[in-house]
């Protein structure tokens, strides 16, 4: 049994560890808290789901979802949330919450509240490893969320667009008087933390349906995750995603499944108190 | 905002007596019982807001789960009276004193984080009360919620409600107006202001932000109980994430740092969806909209908003 909890923790941990990565970039470029990322998630499976219903072929579908979600990123950025530039945090978080609302209700007016399904990529016949079995659908999940991780890694690290993102994480100002264009990371940052959560919402459709309403826990998990990892790193993000996973899977598995998301939750409350800074934040001192 | 919390002149008890009349004459303005219904609901959600503006506003502490309180003092009042045959009377007060405690006990560890992992903590305590009412249904009745025996015999009514709800808001704005106006209230903006200033003044924060919290806490759950025993019927909904974000926006959107704020954005934000049920299938586009404009246009709210407004016309007659 442990060998398929095991399983099951490291494919929702993938999916939670891609929306984490979506706060995390949010938040190093802007400081601010994107309760709207979970929204990206929900676009991706219900764009998915509707271009492939109209006849779309699948792999286009999904090009085209994720390239909605980028589009509907950018513009939150521009329309919503550099408008407010100097609102404060909770104004901020406000904000973003206004605009899941918008979302969420734009998805019902576009599309339905009915739950939809999305095909598996390449076909649904489970495959046996050891005592475990698993859907090829959970390959696909692991598979793309570490290309993923890794391609985002080379682009923070490689090329001018991702260190410019770095630079003004660091310190705007100092960014912006070295020729960064300030606006244009936030707008790349957007832009790419609602690719990663449409991607995310693509993989995992095939798996547990998708509909309206998806992207609230999802987002929430997301953002537990960039928590507990510590807010911010990348690395953090990935390891609190998975942590999370695992931790669900388990304590559904051998204690109770009504309660996972309690453990979830517990674990997280006391990892925040005993571990301010999360598993891999940096310990920040405080500005006065 | 640290500015706007702390340059407030306050002290009359002029807005508190406006506060009455208006509850006192708007009956004459409610022609039914659906309007009577709506306006207890406003008052209802006013005293939560009351109270979280002490916490968000003046002691500048995010709680993204206070619903979860909500949830507890109305199933806390409502599972001593219906399984337990208390009358409500006793059971209300005793699940007050329980709730108080239970947020002492979180309140202590939490209110150590700040900011974004503050947000998380007070979110995954709403969702744990949350699971813990639906899960739990041979106590709560699970995810169906449960019925509520009525607060006494003679309670009953839109009409003797909306005079037991409007009587229990005002005696809410009275309470947190004089602590805003005590010491207490002072360190309190002290703290919103910087933290750090204030513990060099000699003031406690991790005492003052308890205390913030506790009696937020209290006044949420005193609407949820009383709530419970208004609607005879109680749901899980009424603790979950989505109610802790339509209280910190209700709170946020009338007015940071402003008792009358809050209690204004609790009846704009509770009026307007029932306005806007005429427009059934916009109405989350719509509420949505409204939310991010009025933040990105007005961000200190709607009431200090139009306050410095007025002001500024007053100032330029002179």
């Not at chain 1, 630079?167 to 008087?177: K, P, Q």
């Not at chain 2, 937020?216 to 994430?241: C, D, M």
Request: hydrophobic share 60%; aromatic share 8%; proline share 4%.
């Amino acid at each position: 049994m442990l060998e398929q909890y095991l399983l099951s923790g490291i494919t929702t941990g993938a999916i939670y560890a891609l929306v984490a990565l979506g706060f995390a970039i949010i938040y190093n470029a802007s400081h601010v808290i994107n309760f709207a990322q979970g929204e990206f998630v929900m676009i991706g499976g219900m764009a998915t789901a509707a271009f492939f219903e109209a006849g779309i072929p699948l792999p286009a579908a999904v090009v085209l979802s994720i390239a909605t979600a980028t589009l509907v990123g950018v513009l939150l950025e521009k329309l919503a949330v550099e408008p407010a530039r100097e609102a404060s945090v909770v104004t901020l978080i406000i904000i973003t919450i206004g605009a899941s609302i918008l979302l969420r209700g734009l998805a019902t007016l576009v599309w339905d509240k009915k739950i939809h399904r999305v095909p598996a990529f390449s076909g649904e016949a489970p495959i046996a490893i050891g005592s475990a079995t698993l859907l090829p659908q959970v390959l696909w999940v692991l598979g793309v969320s570490a290309v993923a991780v890794a391609l985002l890694a080379w682009f923070f690290r490689r090329t001018l667009t991702g260190k410019a993102i770095i630079a003004v994480s660091h310190n705007r100002l100092a960014a912006r008087l070295m020729g960064i264009s300030v606006r244009r990371v936030l707008a790349v940052s957007f832009g790419l933390s609602a690719a990663l959560g449409a991607l995310a919402g693509v993989l995992i459709a095939p798996i547990a349906f998708t509909s309206w309403d998806v992207g609230v826990m999802l987002g929430l998990k997301g953002f537990a995750a960039a928590i507990l990892g510590g807010l911010g790193s990348s690395t953090g993000a990935v390891v609190g995603g998975l942590a999370l996973g695992l931790i669900e899977a388990l304590g559904a598995g051998y204690i109770s499944s009504a309660y996972k998301d309690v453990f979830a939750f517990v674990i997280i409350i006391a990892a925040l108190v005993f571990l301010p800074n999360g598993l891999l934040g940096r310990r920040a001192a405080e500005r006065v | 905002m640290a500015s706007s919390a702390g340059a407030r002149p306050s002290g009359s008890s002029k807005p508190l007596l406006a506060l009455a009349i208006v509850i006192a004459a708007l009956p004459l303005a409610l022609p039914n019982n659906y309007t009577y219904e709506v306006a207890i609901l406003v008052g209802l959600n006013a005293i939560v807001c009351v109270g979280l503006n002490l916490l968000i506003g003046y002691a500048g502490q995010i709680s993204l789960g206070h619903a979860g309180f909500f949830g507890l003092g109305a199933y806390g009042s409502a599972i001593l009276a219906a399984r337990y045959g208390w009358p409500a009377w006793v059971s209300l007060p005793v699940t007050l004193a329980a709730v108080a405690l239970l947020a002492w006990a979180i309140g202590r560890p939490i209110l150590r984080l700040k900011g974004h992992a503050l947000a998380m903590a007070t979110l995954g305590f709403g969702i744990i009360v949350s699971i813990v009412l639906a899960t739990e249904d041979r106590l709560t009745g699970g995810p169906d919620g449960m019925a509520v025996p009525p607060l006494a015999s003679f309670i009953s009514g839109e009409k003797i409600w909306y005079w037991l709800v409007g009587a229990v808001l005002v005696g809410a704005v009275w309470l947190a107006r004089n602590l805003i106006d005590s010491p207490r209230g002072r360190a309190l903006r002290a703290l919103h202001g910087s933290e750090v200033a204030a513990g060099a003044l000699g003031i406690d924060a991790a005492a003052h932000k308890l205390s913030a919290f506790v009696i937020s806490a209290l006044f949420a759950a005193a609407a949820g109980a009383l709530s419970a025993h208004y609607a005879g019927f109680i749901t899980p909904a009424k603790a979950s994430f989505l109610h802790s974000i339509e209280l910190v926006t209700m709170v946020v959107f009338g007015g940071m740092a402003s008792t009358f704020g809050a209690v204004v954005g609790a009846a704009v934000l509770t009026t307007l969806p029932q306005l806007l049920t005429v427009f059934k299938e916009y109405e989350m586009v719509l509420l949505g909209a409204v939310l991010m404009l009025t933040m990105i246009f007005m961000p200190r709210g709607l009431v200090p908003t139009l306050e410095r407004a007025l002001a500024a016309t007053r100032a330029k007659r002179r």
